[in-house]
């Protein structure tokens, strides 16, 4: 139903961190770990996925997911909008796509 992705790099490596939140309230976790613009060390290579728990919430009658996860994630809903804030650790992140029919559906349940 959405995904949000932190990319962090710097001269010599790249560090993508991607989450799926899916409709049955479940999370998915990609992690990829890799040298920038080359194969070879400082940074090494590693990529794997994992399963994860969410709580799906209200704050002040706004919509939200948050989670923790190699820090806070929280990501705020404007449903009438059609607006997702994705915040990790404090700052913003991307959202790469959002099913929003399928989050309305979802929050229309709670």
């Not at 959405?2 to 899916?22: G, P, Q």
């Not at 806070?72 to 915040?87: G, Q, S």
Request: hydrophobic share 35%.
């Amino acid at each position: 139903m959405l995904c949000i992705r932190n990319i962090e790099e710097n001269r010599d490596c790249r560090f993508e961190e991607m989450w799926y939140l899916k409709t049955d309230g479940s999370i998915s976790y990609h992690y990829d770990k890799g040298s920038n613009g080359h194969q070879t060390e400082p940074c090494g290579n590693d990529s794997y996925w994992e399963n994860l728990d969410v709580v799906f919430d209200h704050i002040d009658s706004i919509p939200m997911l948050s989670f923790s996860h190699i820090g806070d994630i929280k990501v705020y809903l404007d449903l009438k909008n059609r607006k997702a804030i994705p915040m990790f650790n404090n700052d913003t992140i991307e959202v790469v796509n959002a099913d929003w029919d399928a989050i309305e559906k979802f929050f229309s349940r709670k």
